[in-house]
C-alpha cells in the first residue's frame, strides 16, 4: 500500500487519497496540497483505451462504461453505503471503523455524479500531465485562498 511505504520510507512522496493523507499528517508527514480543499476542478476518474481497441471494440468499451456507471451509483447508493465501507475496510486493511466512514466520505463528496468531465476539468488535468504543471496549479489554487 502507498501510504505504508511512505511512511516506512521506502518512497518519498505519494498522491493519497483524502483519509490516507489526513491521517498521515496527524503522524506528523507535511501535506502539500489537498485536492479537495485546493478546488481545482479536474477529471476525476479516468478510462484511457488505444485508438485502435476504441474503433475495434465498441462492444467491449460500451460494457465498461456501463459497469464504471453502475459502480459509481452503488457506491454512492445509501442502500449500499455498509458493504462499501466493509470492502473498503477489508481491501485497504482499515480497522477502525471511523476511519472507514471519513474514508467513504472521500468519493461520497469528490465523485462527480455525471461521467462527463467539464471542459475546465479536462484544462487543468492536461496541464497537470505537462511538466511543472502540478505546481502551477497548486500555484493558482494558492493564490485564490
Known amino acids: 500500500m502507498i ?9 518519498d512522496v505519494a498522491a493519497l487519497d483524502g483519509v490516507f493523507s489526513r491521517e498521515l499528517k496527524q503522524k506528523g508527514f507535511t501535506m502539500l496540497a489537498e485536492f479537495s480543499q485546493a478546488n481545482i476542478r479536474t477529471i476525476g476518474l479516468g478510462l484511457i483505451a488505444k485508438t485502435s481497441l476504441m474503433r475495434e471494440r465498441q462492444d467491449a468499451l460500451e460494457e465498461i462504461l456501463k459497469g ?5 451509483a452503488f457506491i454512492l447508493s445509501q442502500e449500499s453505503k455498509p458493504v462499501v465501507l466493509k470492502t473498503s ?7 477502525d471503523p471511523a476511519t472507514a466512514e471519513e474514508g467513504y466520505q472521500d468519493p461520497v463528496t469528490g465523485l462527480d455524479k455525471k461521467l462527463l468531465p467539464s471542459v475546465e476539468g479536462l484544462r487543468n488535468t492536461q496541464r497537470l500531465l505537462k511538466p511543472r504543471g502540478l505546481l502551477t496549479l497548486l500555484a493558482a489554487a494558492a493564490s485564490r485562498n
Do not use: C, D, F, Y
Not at 501510504?3 to 518512497?11: D, N, P, R, T, Y
Not at 475496510?89 to 480497522?95: A, F, Y
Open 3 to 11: 501510504a505504508q511505504a511512505l511512511e516506512a520510507g521506502s518512497i
Open 68 to 72: 464504471l456507471s453502475e459502480s459509481v
Open 89 to 95: 475496510m477489508q481491501h485497504l486493511r482499515i480497522s
